[in-house]
Structures are given as C-alpha cells and as structure tokens.
C-alpha cells in the first residue's frame, strides 16, 4: 500500500503542468565605454543592472519581463527597446556616436531597429525644424503642413 501512495505522489508530480518562466536575453557590446555598467529600466524603475566584462562585453537573461516598452541606459546615454517573452536582444554600439552607431542583433532585432530609425528620423526632423523659423509666415506653414501630411501618411 505504500508504494501505491508513493506512485500516485509520482504521477501528481509528472502531471504537473508548470508554466513557462518568460525570459529574455540582453547583452551586447559597447566599444569605448564610459561606465562598468549597462543599466535595463522601465517607466524609471530599475529592472536589472549588467556589469561590463573587461572585454567590454555584457549579456544576462532576464525573466518574467512583460512585452513592452524599456530602455538601457550607458552612462548619461539612453535608448529605448521593445521586449517580448522569449527575445534575444544583442546590441552593439560606440559612445562617441551612441545613437548612431547603435546596431540590434538576434530575436526582436527587427522592431528594435524600426524604433531606433524612427527615432533617428524624427531627431533629424526637429533639427531641421529649427531652420524654419527665419521663413515667413506663408513658408513656415507650408513647411509644417509637408511634415504633418508626411508623419500622419505612415
């Protein structure tokens, strides 16, 4: 009778259906740092914090993230990622031009990279915007009228 007991608590644990722990990978590597760590965040609240590896390398795997909006932050430097269960996010970049040399790699690359390039899009935009206020009026409302049709088009 005992080994029945004993069988019936194996067959419960067999049974047991657990649920898959949500992991991510982030890591990467940062050519001329300016910190020894790369720090993942989300809405200002600190999720994790990765050393660098002499090599100037990092990477962990993170678990039980929620799919969305985070970003890592190098120093004073920052940038945003989209993060889903099961993504492998490699970044490589240089911080003597971080945003634009800041390159995905791995499962979620292609989302990050479409942030990344709208981010860039818009930054250049704002800075061409500036140009435009030595326009007259009529100019300066055709101007703001082009980048409005453009933006809403997508």
Same mark, same amino acid.
């Given at each position: 009778?005992?080994? $029945? *007991?004993?069988? =019936? &608590?194996?067959?419960?644990?067999?049974?047991?259906?657990?649920?898959?722990?949500? @992991? +991510?990978? $982030? *890591?990467?590597? =940062? &050519?001329?740092?300016?910190?020894?760590?790369?720090?993942?965040?989300?809405?200002? @609240? +600190?999720?994790?914090?990765?050393?660098?590896?002499?090599?100037?390398?990092?990477?962990?795997?993170?678990?039980?993230?929620n799919t969305g909006?985070?970003?890592?932050?190098?120093?004073?430097?920052?940038?945003?990622?989209?993060?889903?269960?099961d993504d492998s996010?490699?970044?490589?970049?240089?911080?003597?031009?971080?945003?634009?040399?800041?390159?995905?790699?791995?499962?979620?690359?292609?989302?990050?990279?479409?942030?990344?390039?709208?981010?860039?899009?818009?930054?250049?935009?704002?800075?061409?915007?500036?140009?435009?206020?030595?326009?007259?009026?009529?100019?300066?409302?055709?101007?703001?009228?082009?980048?409005?049709?453009?933006?809403?088009?997508?």
């Amino acid at each position: 009778m005992k080994y $029945f *007991g004993f069988f =019936i &608590i194996g067959l419960l644990f067999i049974g047991c259906d657990y649920p898959d722990e949500k @992991k +991510i990978f $982030f *890591g990467g590597e =940062i &050519i001329n740092p300016k910190s020894d760590i790369v720090i993942l965040m989300q809405n200002e @609240k +600190i999720i994790d914090s990765i050393l660098l590896k002499p090599d100037h390398t990092f990477g962990k795997y993170i678990s039980n993230l929620n799919t969305g909006l985070y970003y890592f932050k190098h120093a004073y430097e920052f940038q945003y990622l989209f993060l889903e269960a099961d993504d492998s996010i490699s970044i490589r970049l240089n911080t003597w031009d971080f945003d634009e040399t800041l390159v995905f790699d791995g499962e979620g690359a292609d989302k990050n990279e479409l942030l990344l390039d709208l981010f860039l899009n818009n930054e250049k935009e704002i800075g061409n915007f500036y140009t435009y206020f030595t326009l007259d009026e009529t100019a300066f409302q055709t101007k703001i009228d082009e980048i409005f049709t453009r933006h809403t088009a997508l």
